[in-house]
């Protein structure tokens, strides 16, 4: 920096006096109306100087150019004096250009029209020989980062920083104002051959240079790793030298840590590299990396500990990347854990997360299952951060020999978490008790309690499956009765407890028949006291219940009939049209006798469908630059399906509900974004519409049924549903998600009707043309887009598509294109209504298609 002498400091104070004085008039104004009115005045003086007084000396400009810039820091729009503010830059002394570049980095943007008239004179003082003000304009130009920018002077940068005869201050300023301008520009800027230009910044003996070129490497390997393969070696040459501390200057040593800041660059750098195959290169990495690991502990000093942390977590990160050997990821893990146990809960919080990393790319479960009374301890931390870390890992670390113990704490838990976190408990307790569980009736303990705990957190997914494990398994009927009935004799309940018991109840009760205080009278009773407490949505399960038991009863009880016919009666005529389809049915069902046993029967087994349901928790991804870890977690994913806003078709849970299903990426090993359910005895229906005809449509989802399994049409497979889980037969679904194959001509008409429970997928193809659609239904209307995609050498034209007349449908044809332009996409809207159901095979192809 430019030196001052005496005369020049008490100069520099004589200026900045009119600063000062107007700095303590606004600190003194009470109120923020008081301070409007004095910045409006000074604003005034200031326009009418720089309009009126031509001659202002340098002083006077200065004074008037910090004022604008204070009063624009204080929030204040400064929308005048741009041109006096860009004119300093052009002055030939020092305090004048430092206030010019100052002022325009903080009040002008990227595109302001006035950046234009100093890009000669920014030129010229990077170019030129004066040191000081070469460091101005290169900081004014990182920080601005415009194109014209980048256009003009990125060149001049390029050679500033690859000069021998600057300053080490100078080459340092010069290689972040290119990161800067590479970062905002990759287009504009040119890094074609700086593979040699970078290897050669990385032999510079300064730290201080090292470290900003360490920045722009990880700037350009981000981008392409490939062109940079010859600094690999020296990247490591270097973390070598800082790790054992040889030939660092004292300045550059930070609580005895040789330059930190240039260690987790390096090592930034090195994970955008593949795996290393150069044997005595990977050899000298990993034995740094076993040597940060190993000389890292926790102190007493809170800044030595965030250096040495700092240094640590990102060569956990680059161990993780290479993918060590399972002796190295060990020692992480027993590092971690010591982690674990510190007091400082920042600390923790960094061990937890990072042991929850390492459970996601290599299989050291064994290795965290010792640490896992510290972890469910950390489940009780006050801060909440650290007790989704924990919950994070010991979900990951949960298999068959610890799912007991594991939620079991869970749910202890669970009666003292907060709401914020009891959803994201009660969720992972209920995958995990069904994903690993090899008795039933434990699972189905598990249920009820988290139902009885927290049950505003529990989606009716989690009730809906307990259903249908009940239903499958002959064993689990009276238990799970005898257990509902416990839960019933409760003063107080969940709602959705009382769904689970009113279904169970009335399918099974009979089956505790020969038990004491189990007659239908006493299981009607304490059913029809919950009655007056539940919601609307509750009362249709309640009102089947009623009929089931009604028709358990043999032989028939003629009080329990009055009394249940008498509740039939008073909602026949309920505003809330469900509750009144029931009640009406079921009086006159309840009259025909024993012909009720055959229609009320016990509802059969669900049919067996292999698919992976998975409930989606939060979504917490590292959005920094990207690392390895991100990386391959990314090359993990999988495609799955997700039913959400499950909503029960007739109070009857069938055993999962007609729901949305929608296209996600969940990791194969559960970290922070998803956790997974994976059942292959459930049954998939298809799903409800979009709110809009191209809405819901992101991305084309193939769901083809598997062999044995009768097609219908989608109206009659929602339509099936009305028998509750019974009525599963024909209308289940099973739905696998595939990337969209393509189909010539012949195979259209044997897949057709399986397009027709799909709202998206490709009605025909040639190698002319392709066909796509995407559907929405409303209740028997629905609305087809169809996508003619051109495929030929040269535009389709004459196109035209008839309808098929139908005894089922009532068809319109909408806006055919009679062009097809080369390679062009066009539309078209077919509008379909249902007359009448049709049987599957009966459904015609409804389009035909003519080009020339």
């Not at 973390?239 to 660059?265: C, F, H």
């Not at 680059?318 to 060590?324: G, P």
């Not at 299981?523 to 089931?548: D, G, M, N």
């Not at 038991?549 to 809330?576: A, G």
């Amino acid at each position: 920096m430019a030196k001052l002498s005496m005369r020049g400091i008490f100069q520099r104070k004589k200026e900045m006096r009119g600063l000062l004085l107007f700095l303590e008039d606004v600190q003194k104004c009470k109120n923020k109306e008081e301070e409007q009115a004095r910045v409006d005045k000074e604003l005034f003086n200031i326009r009418r100087r720089f309009k009126n007084d031509k001659g202002l000396t340098p002083y006077q400009k200065k004074k008037y150019v910090w004022k604008m810039l204070y009063i624009y820091m204080l929030g204040y729009d400064v929308d005048f004096g741009h041109m006096e503010v860009v004119s300093l830059i052009s002055a030939p002394n020092y305090p004048e250009k430092q206030v010019g570049y100052i002022v325009t980095s903080c009040l002008l943007n990227e595109n302001h029209d006035f950046l234009r008239l100093v890009i000669n004179t920014v030129r010229n003082d990077i170019t030129g020989r004066n040191e000081t003000f070469q460091c101005l304009a290169l900081t004014m130009v990182g920080n601005i980062g415009g194109r014209e920018f980048a256009e003009s002077l990125a060149s001049d940068v390029q050679k500033l920083l690859l000069s021998s005869s600057c300053r080490a201050l100078v080459r340092k300023k010069a290689a972040l104002c290119l990161l800067q301008l590479y970062r905002k520009n990759p287009d504009v800027v040119n890094v074609d051959g700086w593979a040699d230009r970078m290897a050669q910044l990385l032999d510079e003996h300064d730290l201080s240079v090292l470290t900003s070129s360490m920045s722009l490497l990880v700037g350009l390997v981000s981008k392409n790793h490939e062109a940079y393969w010859s600094c690999h070696p020296k990247c490591v040459r270097i973390l070598e030298r800082l790790a054992r501390n040889q030939d660092v200057p004292q300045e550059y040593t930070y609580y005895g840590i040789p330059s930190p800041w240039l260690q987790v660059k390096t090592m930034r750098a090195l994970q955008y590299f593949p795996a290393i195959k150069e044997p005595n290169t990977k050899r000298r990495l990993f034995e740094v990396l076993q040597w940060i690991i190993m000389g890292t502990d926790v102190v007493e000093n809170v800044n030595k500990n965030n250096a040495s942390h700092a240094v640590l977590f990102e060569a956990l990160a680059l161990v993780m990347h290479l993918d060590a050997e399972k002796e190295m990821m060990s020692q992480c893990v027993v590092l971690l854990g010591k982690f674990i146990a510190v007091r400082e809960p920042n600390i923790r919080y960094l061990g937890l997360e990072n042991m929850t990393r390492i459970l996601m790319v290599t299989d050291v479960q064994d290795i965290i299952k010792r640490h896992q009374a510290r972890i469910i301890t950390s489940l009780e931390d006050p801060d909440i951060s650290i007790r989704r870390r924990a919950l994070d890992l010991l979900y990951g670390i949960c298999d068959v020999t610890n799912v007991k113990d594991i939620v079991g704490e869970i749910l202890q838990c669970l009666s003292t978490a907060d709401f914020v976190m009891r959803k994201e408990l009660s969720l992972k307790a209920a995958i995990l008790a069904e994903k690993f569980t090899h008795d039933l009736s434990w699972y189905v303990d598990v249920i009820f309690q988290l139902i009885d705990k927290a049950g505003d957190f529990i989606s009716d997914d989690i009730w809906f499956r307990v259903v249908k494990f009940v239903t499958n398994n002959e064993d689990l009927k009276p238990y799970a009765a005898t257990k509902v009935k416990e839960y019933l004799q409760k003063p107080a309940i969940h709602e959705t407890m009382v769904k689970v018991s009113a279904y169970i109840l009335g399918e099974y009760s009979h089956l505790l028949s020969t038990c004491p205080g189990c007659s239908p009278k006493e299981i009607f009773r304490i059913l029809h006291e919950k009655l007056p407490t539940v919601s609307t949505s509750t009362i249709p399960i309640l009102l089947s219940a009623y009929a089931k038991i009604l028709m358990h009863t043999w032989p028939p009880d003629q009080e329990l009939k009055n009394q249940i016919r008498e509740i039939f009666k008073k909602y026949d005529s309920c505003i809330v049209v469900e509750i009144q389809q029931r009640a009406v049915e079921y009086f006159a069902l309840s009259q025909k006798g024993a012909a009720l046993m055959d229609m009320l029967t016990e509802m059969p087994k669900f049919p067996k469908r292999q698919v992976c349901v998975l409930c989606k928790i939060y979504a917490e991804i590292d959005t920094a630059e990207q690392s390895a870890i991100k990386l391959h977690a990314q090359q993990q994913t999988s495609n799955v399906l997700v039913v959400t806003d499950s909503r029960p078709g007739n109070g009857v849970p069938p055993p999962l509900p007609v729901s949305q299903l929608s296209l996600v990426k969940v990791p194969s090993m559960i970290n922070n974004e998803v956790s997974s359910c994976i059942d292959h005895n459930s049954t998939v229906y298809p799903r409800a519409p979009s709110a809009s005809l191209l809405g819901g449509f992101s991305s084309p989802l193939v769901t083809n049924s598997p062999p044995g399994v009768t097609v219908q049409s989608e109206h009659n497979a929602v339509s099936g549903l009305e028998g509750g889980p019974g009525a599963v037969d024909g209308s289940a679904i099973a739905m696998d998600v595939d990337i969209v194959t393509m189909e010539s001509i012949k195979d259209s008409d044997e897949k057709f009707p399986s397009l027709c429970l799909r709202d998206s997928g490709v009605l025909y193809e040639d190698p002319n043309i392709q066909i796509h659609f995407e559907a929405q239904w409303q209740n028997h209307y629905e609305d087809l887009a169809l996508f003619f995609i051109n495929k030929y050498t040269d535009a389709l034209v004459s196109v035209q598509a008839c309808i098929m007349p139908s005894n089922n449908f009532m068809m319109e044809l909408l806006q055919v294109p009679d062009t097809v332009p080369l390679g062009k996409e066009v539309q078209c809207l077919l509008q379909v209504a249902i007359i009448r159901p049709s049987r599957p095979e009966a459904i015609p192809s409804p389009i035909s298609l003519d080009t020339k």
